[in-house]
């Protein structure tokens, strides 16, 4: 179990004396549309001990050491500038927004995936078929690769031997200047309400994170 990190706030300026000016990490929970992303929320809200937080744009957001988790409602491809709006409204500078979320694919394979947003294959004049800019990426969250390697260490350590863990190409959106990443859990509507990959991924969240948790696996895999 780690220990909690101090907490630092978008308040803080760089140059004070205290240190360099550290923001929140922000994460996305897309709630009513997205079964995988109330799943892996659900399971990071039973392992971590929040504190109740603000009303955000109207909808519930928990607290945790410099991390705050966002309950959104409906799919968030076309919702751009979510680190811009949670700072217009707390006054919180957001460090990075990491979206938990649904894949989809037809191979129906169980899996984890991390990627990059943004849609730089596409000419300026074209519409992006899901959400963000043409032409553009959205900076990555800090530290991907550490985390799809963490993501590997603890899919072995939990023996779930039949999930794939991917680190994708970047793609879709939505769009924001702020570094940002997805994680997603898939393949098919019965992996996205397993409670094996739901824990996995709050696991990951929260060590990476170094949130103090609880370990949601017993010794040998199975969920307690």
Not at 37 to 56: C, F, Y
Not at 75 to 89: N, S
Not at 99 to 112: A, D
Request: glycine share 12%; with cysteine; proline share 5%.
């Amino acid at each position: 179990m780690k220990q909690k990190r101090t907490e630092r706030t978008g308040n803080e300026r760089d140059g004070d004396a205290s240190g360099p000016a550290s923001g929140i990490t922000l994460i996305v929970i897309s709630a009513g549309e997205d079964e995988a992303s109330e799943n892996i929320g659900g399971w990071l809200r039973a392992i971590v001990d929040w504190e109740e937080g603000p009303e955000v744009g109207g909808v519930p957001s928990w607290r945790c050491a410099d991390v705050r988790l966002w309950w959104r409602w409906g799919r968030q491809l076309g919702e751009d500038c979510l680190d811009d709006r949670w700072e217009e409204e707390t006054g919180e500078k957001v460090e990075q927004t990491i979206h938990l979320t649904r894949h989809t694919s037809k191979n129906c394979v169980p899996m984890v995936t991390i990627h990059a947003f943004g849609n730089p294959q596409l000419l300026w004049d074209e519409d992006p078929p899901e959400g963000g800019t043409a032409g553009l990426a959205v900076p990555p969250a800090s530290g991907m690769a550490q985390w799809y390697r963490a993501l590997v260490r603890l899919a072995r350590e939990a023996e779930m031997q039949e999930w794939e863990t991917h680190l994708e190409a970047t793609h879709r959106g939505p769009w924001q200047e702020g570094p940002a990443m997805a994680i997603e859990l898939g393949s098919n509507e019965e992996h996205w309400r397993s409670d094996e990959g739901g824990a996995l991924i709050a696991l990951l969240v929260a060590e990476e994170l170094g949130l103090e948790h609880r370990n949601p696996f017993g010794e040998r895999g199975a969920l307690r």
